[in-house]
């Protein structure tokens, strides 16, 4: 019998990798009895273990051969404030998200440069500083984000549908997931981040964290449309509640309220009268936005103090936590979300002509057999 070939790592690396991932060592000891061994340095794992681990923690597993753990960070603007200083570094999840989504735009560049498409005007079109009200209105007008057509609408969350498909439609590719890929067991921690922005002329693209409240996502998505508007990538962590110190994110929050509900319009429909409840429910209805988007908007006008705002705004998000209900829904809807249904249609139309390699397509869309990216074709209606 062949000796058992053991692979020299340095403990700390092990510890590193273990960390990072947000793994305990009971945790994977169900998994690698010997781990505890490992991080002393007192048994060395065999390569299989070794691969095993690495995928098991989402470590590249060149990480493990090296001197000492790497320091990793983003590879785009971080403009995160309450998460980088407790995380104190990205996780696997958002590295890997940033990353897949960079491949993903890499991939529509170069599609949308053989076809000929024109680099859209609106990237980088904003500067900081801009007045907001002139700049949310240029940007509902490019999105046609009709008030009076939002009105109409069933919910608020039919008025997110429309917007993602508004701006998809106008160029931007929208991608919303809770989970990295289309891995379940990597669920991304809206704590860690709640959006992220990668500008291009050809191929802009805006990523919301799908694991956060939808009245959370309506505004993210808003927030990460004014950096494209600004030309500028990042990744995130403003919400309706935050006040960043970072001048482009105050900026970009502003934006993002002015575009989901003028205050010029709030402030002639505001009746100051009415309990703070019942015109809170009946704004939200009028503008297709979130109770959440509404309080802050209330505030804005002069109608509601800072502490009356947090405080009815901590109840109202408790209220909405308690409703929500996890579902599953249409795969084929679902999946189309996660990866833009602009993106989508094209890496499958791309795919069956023979412009790309079916390997390199299924990774992009995070699917593993045949009859799921046949089905997704025709339901995008580009299959056979």
């Known amino acids: 019998m062949p000796p058992v070939i053991r692979v020299p790592v340095q403990p700390g690396l092990l510890r590193w990798a273990r960390e990072r991932a947000g793994r305990s ?9 010997k781990i505890e061994a490992w991080e002393r340095g007192e048994v060395q794992p065999t390569f299989r273990q070794l691969e095993n681990f690495a995928k098991a923690t989402h470590t590249p597993i060149g990480y493990l051969f ?9 590879p785009i603007p971080d403009f995160r404030t309450g998460a980088e200083a407790k995380l104190g570094r990205p996780s696997p999840n958002l590295l890997d998200m940033v990353h897949l989504c960079q491949q993903r735009q890499n991939w529509y560049r170069d599609h949308a440069r053989l076809a000929h498409e024109p680099a859209l005007a609106f990237v980088g079109s904003a500067r900081v500083g801009d007045d907001v009200v002139g700049t949310a209105s240029a940007i509902r007008g490019a999105l046609r984000l009709d008030l ?17 498909t508004q701006a998809d439609e106008l160029g931007v590719l929208v991608m919303v997931s809770g989970v990295v890929g289309s891995n379940n ?9 709640r959006g992220f922005a990668l500008a291009d002329p050809l191929a802009p693209l805006v ?53 989901l509900v003028p205050l ?13 409840e019942r015109e809170m429910s009946r704004l939200a209805r009028r503008f297709k936005v979130s109770t959440l988007v509404v309080l802050r908007r209330i505030h804005d006008a002069g109608a509601l103090s800072r502490e009356e705002l947090w405080t009815a705004y901590d109840e109202e998000l408790a209220r909405l936590r308690r409703l929500s209900k996890g579902s599953g829904g249409n795969f084929y809807l679902t999946l189309g979300a996660r990866v833009s249904k602009r993106f989508a249609r094209a890496l499958v139309e791309s795919t069956l002509e023979g412009r790309t390699g079916f390997t390199e397509a299924f990774g992009m869309l995070g699917v593993k057999r045949m009859e799921t990216f ?5 339901k995008l209606g580009v299959g056979y």
Do not use: Y
């Open 207 to 259: 990523f919301v964290n799908g694991a956060d409240t939808k009245a959370a996502q309506m505004f993210t998505l808003a927030h990460e449309i004014a950096h494209i508007w600004l030309g500028q990538s990042a990744v995130t962590d403003a919400g309706i509640r935050a006040v960043p110190d970072e001048e482009t994110e105050r900026w970009c929050n502003r934006v993002a309220a002015e575009l």
């Open 148 to 164: 009076e057509e939002r009105k109409r609408l069933g919910t608020w969350t039919d008025a997110l549908r429309r917007f993602i």
């Open 264 to 276: 010029q319009v709030l402030r002639r429909e505001l009746d100051t009268r009415a309990g703070l």
């Open 25 to 33: 060592r009971e945790d994977l000891s169900r998994r690698f009895v």
């Open 66 to 74: 090296l001197a000492e753990p790497p320091v990793e960070s983003v």
């Open 374 to 378: 046949n089905e997704l074709g025709r």
């Open 185 to 193: 067991r990597r669920a991304l921690d809206p704590e860690e981040f």
